[in-house]
C-alpha cells in the first residue's frame, strides 16, 4: 500500500510506471496509464474499504482484533480518501460505544485517535474524481 500510495502522492506512476506491464487477470498482460492506474487505487481503496467494514461487523474477538490491528499497522496509507475514511471511523466509533471487551474497545479507541489525526491528509473524491476524469477525457 505504501508503495502505491507514493505512486499517486508524488506523481512518479509515469516515470516509475508506464513501460511496465501489469497483469489484471490471468491471461492478459497490458500496460497501464497514469490515469487508469488512479482508476483502479481507487477501487482497490474502496474494496480494502468495504473488507474492513465487513470485518469490523463480525463478532468474533479475533477476526475484530485482527482487523483493528491491521488498520492500526496501515494507517499511514490507509484510508486514503475522505469517504472511505468516514465509513471506517463511523464503524470503529460504533465498536468503542457498544463493544463491552474491554481489549477491542482499547484497541478501537487507540484507532480512532490515529484516524482523527490522519484526517488532514485525506483526499476529497469528488475532486480526485474531477481531476482523473478531466486527464481521462
Given at each position: 500500500?505504501?508503495?502505491l500510495a507514493h505512486w499517486l502522492k508524488n506523481s512518479s506512476h509515469p516515470t516509475e510506471c508506464d513501460?511496465?506491464?501489469v497483469?489484471?487477470?490471468t491471461n492478459e498482460r497490458t500496460f497501464i496509464g497514469s490515469v487508469?492506474?488512479?482508476l483502479t487505487?481507487?477501487?482497490w481503496q474502496a474494496r480494502l474499504t468495504k473488507a474492513f467494514i465487513a470485518q469490523l461487523s463480525e463478532v468474533g474477538f479475533m477476526e475484530l482484533?485482527?482487523?483493528l490491528e491491521v488498520l492500526v499497522c496501515t494507517i499511514a496509507v490507509f484510508p486514503f480518501f475522505k469517504s472511505h475514511g468516514c465509513h471506517i471511523r463511523k464503524r470503529v466509533n460504533k465498536l468503542v460505544n457498544l463493544e463491552v471487551r474491554g481489549d477491542i474497545r482499547t484497541i478501537a479507541t487507540r484507532y480512532l485517535a490515529m484516524l482523527k489525526s490522519s484526517e488532514l491528509r485525506w483526499i476529497a473524491d469528488d475532486l480526485y474524481a474531477k481531476s482523473v476524469e478531466?486527464?481521462?477525457l
Open positions: 500500500l505504501s508503495q513501460s511496465r506491464q497483469s489484471f487477470s487508469h492506474y488512479e487505487f481507487y477501487n482484533r485482527n482487523a478531466g486527464r481521462l
